[in-house]
């Protein structure tokens, strides 16, 4: 075989190659009913085939949630609170693409966005208070990874917000940077890079 002819089939191979991670990447996305479902379910469940209830929040938890659907910048200990009440409610993590160094929407992003819009305007997630949380993987400085989730964040919220008219005081956005790892034995890992969507409550419930 010659040198070009060896070159010519490396080259079809990596194109192959790139087009079965994209597959798989896509076939990964979730649909609008998974992340219903992912939201609508407690973080535990009982002995018995029917799932338990999600617990309401607290009066002291209520009350902060709904002082954050009006902060625009959470601090960092509001992250921290957003960050621990949330280990209780039902989430899901949700792979929205972004190309490097960039938080603007990418037209790989906009089905799974599509989806997450169907999913938040169900009438099973009606009225729910839903916090965007931002991560990214471990490259680069905390400071840049820290601004750079919450832009990513804030850009979902804005998506939705523009595109489904989810009323902006139900959806809480910010950013946990490269902290909080979903694959710490692998932190440039692409699932690191993600938005966890989280059911905080409902409005009633956090109007309180």
Same mark, same amino acid.
């Given at each position: 075989m010659s040198f070009k002819s060896r070159r010519l089939s490396k080259t079809f191979a990596l194109a192959f190659l790139a087009l079965g991670a994209l597959s798989q990447a896509r076939a990964e996305d979730l649909s609008a009913q998974q992340i219903v479902d992912g939201l609508k379910s407690p973080k535990t469940r009982s002995l018995s085939a &029917?799932?338990?209830a999600i617990p309401p929040l607290s009066a002291q938890d209520a009350a902060f949630v709904q002082r954050m659907r009006t902060t625009r910048s +959470? &601090? &960092?200990a509001d992250r921290d609170q957003m960050a621990t009440i949330a280990q209780q409610r039902p989430s899901v993590d949700v792979e929205i693409y972004f190309d490097y160094n960039s938080a603007a929407v990418?037209?790989?992003a906009e089905p799974q966005l599509k989806n997450l819009g169907q999913a938040l305007t &169900?009438?099973? +997630?009606a009225g729910a208070v839903v916090m965007l949380g931002g991560h990214t993987d471990a490259k680069g400085g905390d400071t840049y990874n820290q601004g750079l989730s919450e832009r990513r964040a804030a850009t979902v919220k804005n998506?939705?917000?523009e595109n489904y008219h989810i009323p902006a005081d139900t959806l809480i956005s910010t950013g946990y940077g490269k902290g909080g790892l979903k694959n710490p034995g692998d932190p440039f890992a692409a699932e690191n890079r993600r938005v966890q969507i989280v059911n905080m409550a409902s409005s009633a419930q956090a109007s309180k």
């Open positions: &029917s799932r338990t +959470l &601090s &960092s990418t037209p790989r &169900s009438s099973d +997630l998506y939705l917000v």
